[in-house]
């Protein structure tokens, strides 16, 4: 498990969040990619300024390196290709994730939100230990 998943307070053996988000990502059935993807466009479409700019609040977070590598193990294991509409959302949600802490509600849940609905635990990940 990378460092910057875990976050402060986090036990060593704690994991078990970022396990179930892999896990979930990697067992995403068609129709769920297909909703995702979705989502994914609509978001997009009505929120790009405000998604642009969670992904900024994520990166001062988590730092550019961890970001890029947080990012791109998610989008690669999302089965889409990339720059496709469920690469970003993966992408989108695991440095959400991995920045929770140090996130706003507002953000994580513009960041989260298109993953969601095929993961809707995800969600309320930003509270979960």
């Not at 769920?32 to 900024?56: D, M, Y």
């Not at 890029?68 to 294991?77: M, N």
């Amino acid at each position: 498990m990378s460092r910057a998943f875990v976050k402060d307070g986090d036990s060593a053996a704690s994991g078990s969040l970022i396990d179930r988000f892999y896990q979930g990502l990697l067992g995403l059935s068609d129709p769920a990619r297909a909703l995702v993807g979705k989502r994914q466009q609509q978001a997009w479409l009505s929120s790009k300024p405000i998604i642009e700019a969670a992904r900024r609040d994520a990166l001062t977070a988590l730092g550019g390196d961890s970001y890029r590598e947080i990012f791109e193990s998610a989008a690669e294991r999302a089965g889409d290709p990339p720059q496709g509409p469920t690469w970003w959302a993966a992408g989108d949600a695991a440095t959400a994730l991995a920045a929770r802490r140090r996130l706003g509600p507002d953000e994580f849940a513009i960041l989260v939100g298109p993953l969601g609905v095929a993961l809707p635990w995800l969600k309320d990940a930003a509270t979960q230990t």
